[in-house]
């Protein structure tokens, strides 16, 4: 019993104190990616991104200083074309956890004046930011990485939280493959 309450007690603080970002990657397995040293962003679709001005700036500049940190340079005759797509949707966790207290007896479970037990309400933010690396011949989407987390609405963390989902998502580009 008291295993399960400890289990639940480190659940349910994990899940409230952490702030993960999973991210999935995906590519085409006939593309040899050291052939990309350049790259350059598709304005297009970087205009349709659904945030702030800001926030779009923000992504470019930490996109741009991971790109460099892997020897990546921007060009106007690119070998990569940089895309990034933006959604964000409200989320509510709730969490319930049963009263424990001191019982009859001596330590920890159940007692009869210990009723019901409590619900923990917490909103937040999840945001999904994708980037697509497209060739800049064939226009074909060879890479994309998506990172889904939480987001911060205090702007003294927006640019953390933003280069944390850039540098999370671009630790999987350039794949590692098998040599053939």
């Given amino acids: 019993m008291k295993k399960l309450f400890l289990l639940t007690a480190v659940l349910a603080l994990c899940l409230t104190s952490c702030s993960t970002i999973r991210v999935n990657a995906d590519y085409d397995k006939e593309v040899t990616f050291s052939q990309y040293k350049t790259y350059a962003y598709q304005k297009a679709a970087?205009?349709?991104?659904?945030?702030?001005?800001?926030?779009?700036?923000?992504?470019?500049?930490?996109?741009?200083?991971?790109?460099?940190?892997?020897?990546?340079?921007?060009?106007?005759?690119?070998?990569?074309?940089?895309?990034?797509?933006?959604?964000?949707?409200?989320q509510v966790d709730v969490i319930q956890s049963p009263m424990w207290g001191w019982g009859w007896g001596w330590g920890w479970g159940w007692s009869p004046w210990a009723w019901g037990g409590f619900n923990s309400v917490y909103q937040y933010v999840e945001g999904k930011l994708t980037i697509d690396f497209r060739d800049a011949k064939t226009k074909e989407l060879i890479w994309q990485g998506v990172g889904e987390g939480?987001?911060?609405?205090?702007?003294?963390?927006?640019?953390?939280?933003?280069?944390?989902?850039?540098?999370?998502?671009?630790?999987?580009?350039?794949?590692?493959?098998e040599k053939k």
Wanted: no cysteine.
């Fill in 46 to 90: 970087i205009d349709k991104a659904a945030i702030s001005d800001l926030d779009k700036r923000r992504i470019l500049r930490s996109i741009d200083e991971v790109m460099a940190t892997k020897g990546f340079t921007k060009s106007e005759t690119p070998d990569l074309i940089v895309s990034i797509f933006t959604q964000e949707k409200e």
């Fill in 150 to 177: 939480e987001l911060t609405q205090r702007m003294e963390k927006k640019d953390a939280n933003i280069k944390e989902f850039v540098t999370k998502i671009l630790e999987h580009y350039p794949p590692q493959q």
